[in-house]
């Protein structure tokens, strides 16, 4: 199975570097690798990545993971949970999709 960790590592290290041709590049290959990758997977990712530093993957590529995580696990009220959560850190945009996986997540338990 595809390890999404690496290239979400490559895609945080071109933004950084601001190149945008790099960029476009680690976002693509970002995108393939998480793709095909499991909810474990996906999840192992995030909780690496993120943990060597928070603001690591740009919110798009957040969500989308935790989307794609989501999607796998429907049924996972914990993972839904923290999907919510993530999505309440990057502004209102985004609140009535969090609210909506705590209330599903409530429904689940």
């Not at 895609?11 to 976002?27: C, F, K, M, P, T």
């Not at 474990?40 to 957040?62: H, S, T």
């Not at 985004?94 to 599903?104: H, I, S, V």
């Amino acid at each position: 199975m595809p390890d999404p960790a690496p290239a979400a590592r490559s895609l945080s290290q071109a933004i950084d570097g601001g190149d945008s041709r790099q960029v476009n590049e680690a976002a693509r290959e970002f995108v393939e690798k998480l793709t095909f990758a499991t909810a474990d997977e996906i999840l192992a990712m995030l909780g690496d990545v993120l943990a060597e530093d928070c603001m690591a993957l740009p919110p798009w590529a957040r969500n989308l993971a935790y989307r794609l995580a989501c999607l796998q696990r429907s049924d996972d009220p914990q993972l839904l949970r923290e999907a919510a959560a993530d999505l309440l850190s990057f502004g209102p945009d985004w609140d009535t999709f969090a609210e909506d996986l705590t209330r599903r997540a409530a429904e689940r338990e």
